[in-house]
């Protein structure tokens, strides 16, 4: 479980990856838009990548984003529920008084630290 306090965050948006995520897990938008930019300044000059393929391949990362941009948007309305109540993380309990989100993940401020909605495994 990982508590991050109120201070060390930041408004706005980073495009860098968020590294708190843990290796052997789903590839991300970042780690997709990588493989495509890599794809292209490695090709082949005398035979490039057909047309309707890299507009495939961006229709793909759009699809990507976009469905990542949806899990965020239900873990917000998910956290917004929790506001007034009390959570359990196994290691830390208290009372939601707001939420907030950054570079991603969405957070709920439970006395004075920030807690990851995907840490919580109670609601009382």
Known sequence: MKIVDVSALTSGYSIEPDTSVQKNQVLGKYDFLKLLITQLS??????????????????????????????????????????????????ISGTVDSVSISNGTVYLLVGNGLIPISDVKSVK
């Open 42 to 91: 490695n090709q082949d000059p005398l035979q490039p990548v057909d047309d309707r393929e890299f507009v495939a391949q961006m229709a793909q990362f759009s699809a990507l984003e976009q469905m990542q941009n949806l899990n965020t948007s239900i873990d917000m309305l998910r956290a917004t529920e929790l506001i007034g109540k009390t959570v359990d993380t196994g290691t």
